[in-house]
């Protein structure tokens, strides 16, 4: 009944989303979805109660104006459908490919300098084993459900932002522990996989403005 | 049935009043409310469901019903409403100030003064 959703959503649009608003929502969709059954129950086609029990509903502008507007309406902001678990399986697959390719190459320039000790060899296992499992679950997630149509918003400057401001600080405070600890030279997968995780936000942009990955928008009243 | 539906209006001030009976012999959620008050009219009156959700909104502020949600169906949960005692209480009320009016009402509405004279 996803065209109720769509309805009733449409209706309280400009309105603030308070708890209040949301629960009143929830309420109109499972009185309407109520009602679509009972129609259909009395021999109506699906589309034909559908289309009944939102006509029968007369206006709802009254009981939404007594509700608290919404402040000022936000920038909008740019949104398209994606095939979310294909887009996530390339993205995932191509930050993890370059994430895992560069602790590699750290790794070989980093005992032939003689940075790391031998023993770093099995953390970089561990690390590659945990890419592996990241791109598998991707996987699945795809071939589970290949369709998922998802509205996303195309943010990526902000993301972005942040994530290398985690990176920094995640990669700062490993740093120290490491020279704190005075050990082996052991954070710089730290280093590599936080910026993998950064590097996720600049490759779904990428991907995301491609058409191979965009889905038709939904529409509001159509079938569900 | 009636060839003229009843007007709305005549019927809009007893909404409180009608929605704390249908409550009094049972918790209800929104839809069955409604649908009650199709049944009870005999497809006379409709009750739309925005203006039954803001009586309810009215009705819980005044502490007349309560709400609380209930198990989950096909969309998602229910709200069902229960009256308190104080709505109890103000149904009587209403109830009493209904039946006098109606009979003051009817008195009037009829024009009949052969007891004045």
Redesign the interface.
């Known amino acids: 009944?996803e065209a109720?959703k769509y309805y009733v959503k449409g209706a309280f649009q400009g309105v603030k989303a308070t708890p209040e608003v949301l629960?009143?929502q929830?309420?109109?969709?499972?009185?309407?979805?109520?009602?679509v059954?009972?129609l259909v129950a009395q021999g109506k086609s699906e589309d034909e109660a559908l289309g009944m029990a939102i006509a029968?509903?007369?206006?709802?502008s009254?009981?939404v104006s007594?509700f608290e507007p919404a402040e000022e309406s936000p920038a909008r902001v740019p949104t398209a459908a994606v095939f979310s678990t294909r887009l996530d399986l390339h993205v995932i697959t191509v930050s993890a490919g370059v994430g895992a390719a560069v602790m590699l190459g750290s790794t070989v320039i980093g005992a032939w300098s003689a940075l790391i000790r031998p023993g770093a060899g099995f953390s970089l296992l561990a690390v590659l084993a945990v890419a592996v499992w990241w791109i598998r679950s991707a996987y699945l997630r795809h071939r589970e459900s290949p369709d998922v149509v998802e509205v996303r918003e195309l943010v990526y400057k902000a993301r972005f932002r942040n994530a290398i401001a985690v990176w920094a600080g995640v990669s700062l405070i490993a740093t120290l522990l490491n020279i704190a600890s005075g050990t082996d030279f052991w954070c710089w997968p730290i280093w590599v996989a936080g910026g993998t995780w950064a590097l996720t936000v600049k490759v779904e942009k990428w991907f995301a403005e491609r058409a191979k990955f965009l889905a038709p928008e939904p529409e509001l009243p159509e079938r569900p | 049935m009636n060839e003229t539906p009843i007007s709305s209006d005549l019927i809009r001030g007893h909404i409180d009043t009608i929605v704390l009976g249908l409550l009094s012999a049972q918790d209800r959620y929104g839809y069955d409310i409604c649908k009650q008050v199709t049944l009870l009219s005999d497809d006379e009156y409709e009750l739309k469901e925005p203006t039954l959700y803001s009586a309810a909104r009215r009705l819980e502020g005044q502490g007349l019903i309560r709400s609380y949600w209930g198990e989950e169906s096909q969309g998602g949960r229910r709200k069902y409403y229960a009256i308190t005692a104080e709505g109890r209480k103000a149904y009587q009320r209403n109830l009493e100030d209904w039946k006098r009016a109606r009979r003051l009402i009817d008195r009037l509405v009829s024009g009949d003064a052969e007891k004045e004279q």
């Open positions: 009944m109720i629960e009143q929830e309420e109109l969709i499972a009185d309407l979805t109520a009602k059954a009972d029968s509903m007369g206006d709802l009254t009981l007594e």
